[in-house]
């Protein structure tokens, strides 16, 4: 077995995980200013759970969604409620009706809270579909 040495880096969200870490930090400090807030062995990594476990054919490291998407959960719900009542239904005909045509529709545009809560929403959807 190789052993590796981990290190995590808070500043601009970099994970460093190599048999020369350190040497790589010290160019970073050295070359681009970083300044260095944690450096051990990772726990998370933007909103993931950092977990390493001994497999069968070598050690691994992986990444968990389960604590990212409890807390996307419990944001959603903050602003709209319970999803299990919203989306406890079994069965759903269409999203929409059938006579629905979007190419005729003169709604209003969002304002910009509106539009900045749909991003963040899309945003914390992408980064569970990548986690998961």
Same mark, same amino acid.
Request: hydrophobic share 40%.
């Given at each position: ?8 880096? +808070? &500043?601009?969200d970099? %994970? ?8 790589? /930090?010290?160019? #970073? ?8 807030k944690?450096?051990g062995?990772p ?15 070598r ?8 604590? +990212? &998407?409890?807390?996307? %959960?419990?944001?959603?719900e903050?602003?709209?409620?319970? /999803?299990?009542? #919203? ?17 005729l ?9 509106e ?7 899309i945003?914390?959807?992408w ?6």
């Open positions: 077995m190789v052993y590796y040495e981990y290190l995590l880096v +808070y &500043v601009d970099i %994970i460093i995980i190599s048999e020369v870490a350190k040497e790589i /930090l010290q160019q #970073m400090k050295e070359s681009y200013g970083y300044l260095l944690d450096i062995e726990k998370s990594y933007l909103g993931a759970d950092v977990g390493w476990q001994q497999g069968s054919y050690d691994i490291w992986f990444l968990s969604p389960n604590t +990212y &998407v409890s807390k996307a %959960i419990t944001t959603v903050g602003r709209l409620g319970s /999803l299990k009542t #919203m989306f406890g239904r079994s069965t759903c005909n269409t999203p929409v009706p059938t006579t629905f045509h979007p190419e529709d003169n709604t209003a545009f969002l304002g910009t809270d539009t900045q809560l749909y991003q963040r929403y945003g914390i959807l980064w569970a579909v990548e986690l998961g």
